[in-house]
C-alpha cells in the first residue's frame, strides 16, 4: 500500500520513452476516444536539483478549493497464489461508488494488479473518470528498510517501473499518466535518481486516510475530513482485503467536503494549475 505505517500489496510502475498521460479532466478526456499507445500528455513538473525525479505532494495554488482522491490498487508480485485461494485485491464496488458520486480519481496501480485483474484494468483505463499511474511492477521497495518490503536496486527498480507500464497497456488500459507513488511511500535521493530517466513525477500525499487494514469508516472518514485542505492529495486504497471500509468511508466523505464547497479532481489537473 501506499500509506505510510502498513507495507502495501502491490506496485505498477510505468516508465514511457515520451511522457505519458490522460487528460487533465472528465470533459477533455470525454471529447475524444482514447486510443491504445504510450501514456498521453499529462503535466510533469520539471526535474528537482541535481535532476533528480520532482515529488508533489499538494498543489501550490492553496486557494482553489480542490482535492484529489487517489487510491493505491495494491498487489505484491507473490501474492498470486492468495489470489487464486480467494483472496480480494480488487474492489469493484469502490471504483462503482466513485462513478456514481462522479469523483474524478487516479488510481496508483501495480502491474501485477493489472495482471490479475485485467478486465477492471481496463474498464478503469478507459473511463474517462479516471487516470492510471503507476505505483510499480511488484511494489517492492525503492528504499530500505521501508516496512518490511523487499528492497530493489536502481537499474531493477528502472526496470520494474516499465514493466507496470507495460503491464497496464497489455490489460487495455489507455488513460496513463507519468506519475509514479513508491511503494510504502518510501523514498530517497538514490531512488529519485534511479526514475529520471523515466520522465515521471513521484506523487506522494498530504493527507493519509488510514483505510489501511481499518474496521471503522466513519473513523477513516473523519481523518480525511480534519486533514483536506485546498490542494490535498488523499491517499486511499483500492483492496478489499487490505482495506474493506474504504468504499463506505468514501460515501461520507464526498457529500460531505462537497458541502464545504470541495471540487473532486484528477491529480493531473492539480499539478497542471
Excluded at 500509506?3 to 475524444?32: E, R
Amino acid at each position: 500500500m501506499g500509506t505510510p505505517g502498513a507495507p502495501a500489496p502491490a506496485s505498477a510502475s510505468p516508465s514511457p520513452s515520451a511522457p505519458a498521460s490522460a487528460p487533465a479532466s472528465a470533459s477533455a478526456s470525454a471529447s475524444s476516444s482514447p486510443q491504445p499507445g504510450p501514456p498521453g500528455r499529462a503535466p510533469t513538473m520539471a526535474p528537482g536539483p541535481n535532476g533528480l525525479t520532482p515529488v508533489f505532494e499538494r498543489a501550490k495554488q492553496h486557494t482553489d478549493k480542490t482535492v484529489a482522491l487517489t487510491f493505491d490498487a495494491d498487489m505484491t508480485s507473490d501474492q498470486g497464489p492468495r489470489a487464486a485461494g480467494g483472496e480480494h485485491f480488487d474492489n469493484p464496488q469502490l471504483i462503482s461508488a466513485l462513478r456514481t458520486l462522479k469523483v474524478p480519481s487516479t488510481i496508483f496501480m501495480t502491474g501485477r494488479w493489472a495482471e490479475e485483474y485485467p478486465d477492471q484494468a481496463k474498464s478503469i483505463g478507459t473511463d474517462p473518470n479516471f487516470e492510471v499511474a503507476n505505483h510499480s511492477y511488484s511494489h517492492h521497495a525503492f528504499k530500505s528498510p521501508c516496512y518490511g518490503l523487499p528492497a530493489l536496486d536502481g537499474a531493477a527498480a528502472r526496470a520494474d517501473v516499465d514493466k507496470a507500464f507495460a503491464a497496464f497497456r497489455k490489460a487495455g488500459a489507455v488513460n496513463t499518466v507519468p506519475y509514479f507513488r513508491f511503494p510504502g511511500g518510501c523514498y530517497d535521493d538514490q531512488a529519485l535518481r534511479a526514475l529520471t530517466a523515466a520522465k515521471v513525477t513521484a506523487v506522494q500525499w498530504d493527507v493519509v486516510s488510514g483505510d489501511a487494514f481499518a474496521k471503522d469508516p466513519d473513523a477513516v472518514a473523519e481523518q480525511v475530513l480534519s486533514g483536506v485542505k485546498p490542494g490535498s492529495v488523499v491517499v486511499m486504497h483500492c483492496t478489499r482485503s487490505a482495506a474493506p471500509v474504504t468504499e463506505e468511508a468514501v460515501r461520507k466523505v464526498v457529500p460531505e467536503l462537497r458541502k464545504r464547497g470541495y471540487r473532486f479532481v484528477k491529480v493531473s489537473e492539480l499539478i497542471g494549475k
